[in-house]
């Protein structure tokens, strides 16, 4: 099974996945918030393995900010939704207020749509296109070890917000209702803040969903 590192990182508490396929030598990044790039490249170097992908739940500065370090180091693939692309290839131009440091600028190798299946030696990710907080939200299904990485589509009580360019509640929590809670309860929600949760939680006590 694949081994879950987890991250908070950033001036916002931003948290990137790490995932270390060690029997095939790759691993798999979800988000890159700012100052991640050390400990990431510090764990693959550890296990011996190969930054294969940077999948990108949204590219709202703080999921984004160490994506181009990342990729600097590891020549690793980038996905993200079409919709989202304008944020990462000119980052600066996107941030809604003034950042004290600078986000580099990244080309991505996939553009997505949704729909897709994303496989990495023994990791394979169900691709599910959830709008509302961005434009171009998206989820990861990990169905093999019963966990989902959303990014700011949903947490532990709460959705994300949509106040920001980009963004819409009724869009949001259609994503939510449609996508994600078609999925069984018993996944767990690993979210870009916060604690993690299940599906099943969210469902029943999410009073923003209800």
């Not at 001036?11 to 029997?23: E, N, S, W």
């Not at 999948?55 to 600097?72: G, M, N, P, R």
Request: include cysteine; proline fraction near 5%.
């Amino acid at each position: 099974m694949p081994t879950l590192h987890t991250y908070e990182a950033g001036p916002v508490a931003t948290i990137g996945y790490l995932l270390v396929d060690a029997d095939h030598g790759l691993a798999v990044a979800i988000d890159a918030p700012q100052g991640v790039t050390d400990a990431m490249l510090d764990q693959v170097r550890a296990d011996n393995v190969r930054l294969a992908a940077l999948l990108l739940t949204h590219t709202h500065w703080d999921h984004t900010a160490d994506a181009s370090t990342l990729v600097a180091a590891t020549g690793c693939d980038v996905y993200v939704h079409a919709a989202d692309v304008y944020r990462l290839t000119d980052p600066m131009a996107h941030t809604v207020w003034p950042l004290p440091f600078t986000i580099g600028a990244v080309m991505p190798t996939h553009v997505l749509q949704g729909g897709e299946v994303l496989r990495f030696g023994a990791m394979q990710f169900d691709v599910l296109a959830t709008p509302g907080h961005t434009e171009g939200g998206l989820c990861f299904v990990d169905a093999a070890h019963h966990r989902v990485f959303v990014g700011d589509t949903l947490f532990a009580g709460s959705v994300g917000r949509c106040d920001l360019p980009g963004g819409d509640m009724d869009v949001l929590l259609d994503s939510i209702h449609e996508k994600l809670f078609t999925l069984t309860d018993d996944l767990i929600v690993y979210p870009g803040h916060g604690s993690a949760t299940t599906l099943g939680t969210e469902r029943v006590s999410n009073p923003f969903v209800q």
